[in-house]
């Protein structure tokens, strides 16, 4: 007995020896082994549940969520053991991708972690299957249908109506949203974080609250452009609704934006383009005019992608993806692009219509499907973007190209408009990424505050609609109250997918697109750029996009623009002549807002 207890003694030094380099490598290769299988399971359980949303899919999801998660979890402590070891920057950086690779972390506790599982996947479903019901009618109305009201009515109560109507799909979120910070922060904490918030903002190789400044930087510098399109819209709008329709405070009222959240104005291009110009052309109607479907849609993406001199997309993506809204079951419409099998199976998921603004999305879509494929040799950990709002920026980088010029070789329009139309081209892509500037903002904004216990739950709507107010000088149609859970009548928040990253890729992409269209030698007015078929162009961000997320995003960033920061001096030279001439438009007249 004493002899067993002095061996067991005498072998705990050898078990307890430091840890060395090449232990934390083999730890490494192990976690990206067994993350990788458990990803890929999650990714096909997932795919099903929201293209297939019913009871038996959501079991599958929640629990193959779980797993993945908890392993996730498991071995993000074990590695605490390497971290005195003074490791190379690879595999340091290794270390850091696996405590941040699941943005809710599993608490401690299995029934937790099975809660939180269960509770994520219950709200994207929620959210997925949401209609607003009019009493009047037996005939409920999708996302979609109410999109379009929005998009094409004009009739002020018709608009307050489907607003409204789509926040009663929130109203039960609440306290499972509730439910859903306070495990996720459990998680979060036992993994050394402050709260998610922390975690959340961990991910950008600087501290926290740098990028919290960064972000604040980068609005401060674009703020102006957005003040004096909002004064310049808020006119046309009261000239076509009436004096009465903003009150003293300057506030606009969100339900007459043209989209369900005030983040994209393009559809009330006809409101608020200057009175009797037309424009030079509408690509919704050329579209349809030219009998795209919702197939030739994507094709017409690939084929820019393809002008770079990227490959096509495999066969796989043509009969795997969604395109369309099924007539026969529920399914999270919401477009998302999907890496089922490291960057040998990608799909997207979408319910395309034929309009513009589906045209913009899906080059969107296929540049994540694209940069997937990019970063595919990297191991697991780097299969990803420099940081996130890289991948969100790809697609919109093309997409900017997507120019007169480009439409009349594809066939789309008949002739290019000439230095007159730059106004009315300008004015369009304001619309739509001006305004979305605050949004991009303030939705993590809300939930930061949410993580750090900063707003309580029972302000959880006047949080949101403080913030709605001072960043994008919006109001509802009428007063809300905390019966309601207006943020989770936005898909990120059920569907629990962090949005700083929209707000760093409308920044990042015009710095991509001027920084490509200068090194192309083009000298002409910013916004008339296209690199469509520059195969140094695609070459240029091909190299960026193999990189994954190998490397500090400022390396990332400088491979392709020269820049090492987060800049809106490109979007301020986009829009520079909209600028002086909305400036001109607004002289004399009252421009900003009264936030309370
Ligand atoms: O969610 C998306 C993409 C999928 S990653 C369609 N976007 C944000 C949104 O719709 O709110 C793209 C722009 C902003
Ligand atoms: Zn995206």
């Known amino acids: 007995m004493i002899l067993l207890l002095l061996s067991a003694l005498l072998a705990v030094p050898s078990h307890a020896a430091a840890p060395t380099v090449k232990d934390a490598q083999a730890f490494m290769d192990g ?31 929640s629990d193959a969520d779980q797993s993945y998660s908890a392993e996730a979890a498991r071995l993000a402590h074990a590695a605490r053991k390497y971290d005195k070891l003074d490791l190379p920057a690879d595999l340091k950086r290794k270390f850091l991708l696996l405590k941040l690779t699941v943005t809710s972390p599993a608490p401690p506790d299995p029934a937790e972690q099975k809660e939180l599982s269960d509770t994520k996947v219950w709200l ?18 999708t996302l979609d249908d109410m999109e379009d009201i929005l998009k094409d009515s004009r009739d002020p109560k018709r608009l307050a109506e489907v607003w409204t109507g789509w926040r009663t799909i929130s109203v039960p979120m609440r306290p499972r949203y509730q439910r859903f910070a306070e495990l996720s922060n459990k998680g979060a904490r036992d993994l050394g974080f402050k709260d998610t918030a922390d975690l959340w903002r961990s991910g ?37 609704y009436g004096k009465d329709v903003i009150g003293a405070d300057g506030l606009i009222p969100q339900q007459l934006t043209g989209n369900m959240w005030g983040q994209s104005w393009e559809n ?33 993406g690939e084929a820019f992608f393809t002008s770079l001199g990227f490959p096509a997309l495999p066969s796989t993506f043509w009969e795997r993806s969604m395109f369309t809204r099924p007539r026969d079951r529920e399914v999270v419409c919401h477009a998302s692009a999907w890496d089922v099998e490291n960057g040998q199976d990608l799909r997207i998921k979408m319910c395309i219509k034929i309009n513009s603004e589906d045209f913009v999305t899906i080059h969107h879509e296929l540049g994540h499907n ?16 420099a940081n996130d ?11 900017l190209s997507v120019t007169p010029e480009y439409l009349k070789t594809i066939g789309l329009i008949d002739s290019v408009p000439g230095p007159e139309g730059d106004i009315d081209l300008l004015l369009t892509k304001a619309l739509e990424k001006v305004a979305f500037m605050p949004f991009g903002l303030l939705v993590d904004k809300w939930r930061w505050d ?60 015009f710095q991509f697109y001027r920084a490509l269209c200068k090194q192309s030698g083009y000298t002409g007015p910013l916004h008339r750029c296209s690199y469509y078929g520059d195969k140094a162009a695609g070459k240029s961000l091909g190299d960026m996009m193999a990189m994954g997320s190998s490397k500090p995003w400022p390396d990332a960033l400088e491979a392709v623009t020269g820049q090492r920061q ?21 002289k004399g007249q009252a421009t900003g807002w009264k936030a309370e």
């Open 31 to 61: 976690a990206e082994k067994s993350l990788d299988a458990l990803g890929r399971r999650s990714a096909f359980s997932s795919w099903i549940q929201q293209t297939y949303i019913n009871y038996s899919s959501e079991w599958l999801a």
């Open 124 to 141: 994207e479903g929620t959210y997925g299957k949401g209609k607003y019901c009019p009493a009047s009618t037996t005939t409920c109305l």
């Open 204 to 240: 950008y190789d600087m501290t926290p609250d740098q990028f919290s400044a960064e972000l604040d930087r980068t609005w401060l510098q674009m703020k102006p452009l957005y003040e004096a399109r909002h004064a310049y819209v808020r006119r046309r709008l009261q000239d076509k």
């Open 268 to 300: 009330i291009y006809d409101l608020a383009a200057p009175p009797k110009t037309k424009p030079a052309y509408d690509l919704t109607e050329r579209l349809k005019a030219n009998k795209y479907d919702e197939l030739k849609m994507v094709k017409t």
């Open 370 to 385: 694209f940069y997937q494929r990019a970063y595919e040799k990297q191991p697991y950990f780097f299969r990803g973007s």
């Open 389 to 399: 709002g890289f991948h969100e920026a790809l697609g919109d980088t093309i997409a």
């Open 450 to 509: 949410v993580f750090t216990g900063k707003t309580k739950p029972e302000d959880y709507n006047k949080a949101w609609w403080a913030l709605v107010q001072k960043y994008q000088g919006m109001k509802p149609p009428a007063p809300r109250s905390e019966n309601d859970f207006d943020p989770g009548a936005k898909y990120h928040i059920p569907g629990n997918t962090p949005y700083a990253r929209y707000f760093l890729a409308n920044v990042y992409q």
């Open 566 to 586: 987060l800049d809106a001096t490109a979007i301020l030279e986009y829009f520079a002549p909209l600028k002086a001439w909305l400036d001109e438009q607004n």
